[in-house]
Structure formats: structure tokens, C-alpha cells
């Protein structure tokens, strides 16, 4: 972009002596203004020049690729996003957004030679839904965070460039600027493997609304696709028809989603001989199916932390080695598609961990165990559903989800398992399900169990299911 003189700055003429002073004074009330402000955080529509939305054969996928553009209004503030840690030890940076109190996230540093800088995670959605009025939700993106830097000022220092070792990092977007990544950035896309016929492709930003901005109106962005996977080489052409999501997303009364939760999670008591129990979390569980676990112990403050040998699973009994220190649990994900999603996550610290009292925990005489396959076939079920056998040592409400690629719920069933004994339940799929399950699905499902006892103690167990053919 070509950028004016400070001499000429309101369109009058200054000696040039002036120009330096006057330019700081016009820099200073610009920038004073601007903080102030929120910032208009808004999608853009896909740009053309940066390729454009393509569809390509890449091992047994095939991908939908696509650039993205996100715009930060020039009558708004900047966005301006903040990370630090205290050490090493621990790969993920809290994240803050300025002029807004609290964490809104986490920023990781992505190692893939496309990105090779600090990402704030889970900050666009990209969906691919049924077109038609339902918008049934097919596929979602491999996308995991964005490197905030307008794209006229990449240079190394942005975003801590090739530094994983940084302890800090502060990205910006100014008002009147944008971020754009073209389609060739690892992750940058959906796998579509086996689709075939008309789509809507939605771009959303601030899907969560986690960062405080000027309101969610701009916040999306939706285009028509006409996609054969089948084919080789696949194709995908932009469609003449109108999208339906507009209208849709005008009409929803909340445009909010649930929080993407961007760390593993612990719960559970911090206290030696009780039970605390790690989840992955929602960004890691649609960007990956099969976890590995590392319980690590750390100082009081949460950070020094060093692996504890032979804690290895998703759950974890602190000793009295634990007493005084906090823990953390590191979930590191095995899906094969982008560099980002092998490097391992740490949840936040757990309080100090207190010493084994003379009092059993009441989660300790709460257990339930999950037996079922590991493999289920689209025809069984699609027919007959799923038998899932479940044990819980005392009365215990229950609620089996059964979901899709990128978390798409195909199945629920609750009830209510009375006295320490065990049930088989039968997770049958809706009409919708199962045309989805038999036109769209491949790869994995996730069988999710939560169970509630009558005195509110929870307890989550997860399995994943092969989905043959």
C-alpha cells in the first residue's frame, strides 16, 4: 500500500521541519482513540487471489481447500491478542485479549514448516452443511488457530516466528487491515472424502464470541459448492444458488456457540488418594481420535513441571510425592493430517494437592466401567443401533452420545440405572442419522458416556468405534 507523508497529513502542506511532530501528535490521538474501542472483528469473503477454493486428492483424502480472510473494521479498535508463560515446561500460553480482563484462550506454537510461529487456537470455523433450509452440519475444518498479523507487516518478528521457545508473544490486527491465509497453510481445509452434490461452506469468525468485540453481525461468512469427491481428480465449483444460512444465522437468537474448550481439562479432587480424571477438550477432540496421556507434577504456582513416571492414562491418584504441588495433565493427539495436532496440550494447573484424609472421597465409591466393541458396521448400525453395556456401583443417572466427524451428534440416550448393578442399553439413530452415517461417515465415531450420581458426583468415559463398511 502506498502510505502518505506526515507532511501532508489532513491534506495541507507543513514545513518539514513540523512534519515529525505533527505526524507523532495525529499517530497519538489515532492510537489513543482506537484503544479505546473494540474491535469489528468480521469474516471476509474467500479471496479469489489466494487460490481460491479447490478440492484435492492428498493421500486417502480428499480435501476441500480454501483461503480465509478475517477484516478488522476501521471504525473499531485493534485486536490485539497476548500470551505468556512462566517456563518452558509448560507449551501453552495463557491468552489475553487487551482491554479485556480474564484468559480468552490459549496460543501454541505450531511447528509445521507452513506456520512455524504462535497460534491463538480456535479463533475461525469452517463448516460444510446440507443445502437446504435444515443445514445439517457434514463436515468441519482441520483448522486450528491463527497466527494474528495484518498481512501487509509479515516479517519474522510477528507472532514469534520460529521461536517455540518464546515466553511471551503479542499479535495485532489494526483497524482497517486484514489477516489472510491462503489454502496452501497446513490444516487450511475439510476432508470431504466421498461427497458428492451441493453444499453450503461457512466461514465463521468469533464463532464462540470468547473475544469482546463490536457484535457478531460480521461474524460470517457462506457461499453455495457443488462438490464430486468421487471423481479423480475431484472438483468443486462455486454454485449460482443462494445460501440459506444468511437468513439462518440472522434468525438465530443466540449467534454464540459454546466455548470451544482449547485445553485439556481435569477434574476430580486434588488430593492425594482421590481421583481426578483429564478430558481432551472440544478443539483437540475434532481435530483428533485416539489421545496419549502424561500426568506431569509442578510447583505450587503451577509451572516447573516434570513428568511423573508410569502416569500414562486419563486418569490419575495423587500420592503423597503430590502433596504441595499442583498438577497438570498432557493430552497429545494422534490424528494424521496436520504437524499441529501431535504437539502435546497442557491443561491448567490443579489446586495444590492436600493430603489423604481418613475420609474416603465419595468419587472413589463412584465407578462405572464401558464395555462395548471397537468396531461397528454402517448396515448394523444403521439397522439396529449400538448395545452398549454399562456398570455403575450405585444408583447413577445416564447419558450415552453417540458422534459423528467433527462432533455431529447421531445418536442420545438417557436413563436412569438404579442400585450398583449393570445394564445394557440399546443407542438407536434418528432417520436423519442415519442417512448421514450412510452418505457421509467414514473413519471413526465417538461413544460418549457421562454419568451423574443422586449426590452430584460426575464421571466421563470416552471410547472411540471404527465404522466399517
Known amino acids: 500500500m502506498t502510505h502518505t507523508g506526515w507532511e501532508s497529513v489532513f491534506g495541507h502542506p507543513f514545513p518539514s521541519k513540523w512534519g515529525a511532530a505533527v505526524g507523532a501528535l495525529f499517530f497519538f490521538l489515532v492510537t489513543a482513540a482506537s484503544a479505546s474501542a473494540l474491535p469489528d472483528i468480521s469474516q471476509a469473503p474467500a479471496p479469489a487471489s489466494d487460490g481460491g477454493i479447490t478440492a484435492a486428492q492428498v493421500g486417502n483424502q480428499v480435501r476441500l481447500q480454501f483461503p480465509s480472510q478475517i477484516d478488522i473494521g476501521a471504525t473499531g479498535g485493534p485486536l490485539t491478542i497476548t500470551g505468556s508463560r512462566q517456563d518452558t515446561s509448560v507449551n501453552t500460553m495463557d491468552a489475553f485479549e487487551d482491554g479485556v480482563s480474564g484468559v480468552v484462550g490459549a496460543l501454541q506454537y505450531n511447528y509445521d514448516p507452513t506456520h512455524q510461529h504462535w497460534h491463538y487456537l480456535a479463533l475461525d470455523r469452517y463448516d460444510l452443511r446440507t443445502h437446504d433450509p435444515l443445514l445439517t452440519e457434514v463436515a468441519r ?16 518478528s510477528n507472532c514469534q516466528q520460529k521461536n517455540p521457545e518464546a ?12 489477516d489472510t491465509y491462503d489454502p496452501s497453510k497446513d490444516g487450511q481445509y475439510i476432508d470431504v472424502t466421498g461427497l458428492k452434490g451441493t453444499y453450503e461452506f461457512i466461514q465463521w469468525v468469533n464463532a464462540d464470541c470468547r473475544l469482546a468485540d463490536m457484535g457478531p453481525a460480521g461474524h460470517t461468512w457462506a457461499t453455495v459448492l457443488d462438490i464430486d469427491a468421487t471423481t479423480n481428480p475431484p472438483t468443486v465449483t462455486q454454485s449460482s444458488d443462494q445460501p440459506y444460512w444468511p437468513a439462518y444465522y440472522a434468525a438465530l437468537p443466540n449467534k454464540c456457540l459454546s466455548p470451544e474448550t482449547v485445553r485439556p481439562t481435569v ?70 493430517g496436520s504437524s499441529e495436532q501431535g504437539t502435546p496440550q497442557d491443561s491448567s494447573p490443579t489446586a495444590v494437592v492436600a493430603p489423604a484424609t481418613t475420609t474416603v472421597p465419595k468419587i472413589a465409591s463412584f465407578t462405572a466401567a464401558l464395555k462395548t466393541l471397537r468396531r461397528v458396521r454402517v448396515r448394523t448400525l444403521t439397522d439396529k443401533g449400538l448395545r452398549v453395556r454399562v456398570h ?78
Open 141 to 156: 475444518d482441520q483448522k486450528t488457530g491463527f497466527c494474528l498479523v495484518q498481512s501487509d507487516q509479515i516479517n519474522p
Open 167 to 178: 515466553m511471551g508473544v503479542s499479535e495485532t490486527i489494526n483497524p482497517g487491515f486484514s
Open 267 to 336: 477434574s476430580g479432587a486434588a488430593q492425594a488418594g482421590a481421583v481426578l480424571s483429564s478430558l481432551p477438550g472440544s478443539w483437540l477432540e475434532r481435530l483428533s481420535n485416539e489421545f496419549g496421556y502424561q500426568w506431569r507434577r509442578c510447583d505450587a504456582s503451577g509451572w516447573a513441571c516434570a513428568d511423573i513416571p508410569g502416569a500414562m492414562s486419563p486418569n490419575y491418584v495423587p500420592v503423597a510425592a503430590d502433596v504441595g504441588h499442583t498438577l497438570r495433565a498432557r493430552v497429545t493427539g494422534t490424528f494424521v
Open 392 to 469: 455403575c456401583s450405585r444408583t447413577c443417572r445416564v447419558s450415552i452420545d453417540l458422534l459423528g466427524r467433527g462432533g455431529v451428534k447421531l445418536a442420545h440416550r438417557g436413563a436412569l440405572l438404579r442400585g450398583a448393578t449393570s445394564r445394557t442399553y440399546t443407542v438407536r439413530l434418528s432417520s436423519r442419522a442415519r442417512r448421514i452415517v450412510r452418505r457421509f461417515h467414514s473413519g471413526n465415531l465417538k461413544l460418549m458416556l457421562h454419568l451423574k450420581s443422586r449426590d452430584g458426583e460426575r464421571q466421563t468415559l470416552s471410547r472411540t468405534l471404527q465404522l466399517a463398511r
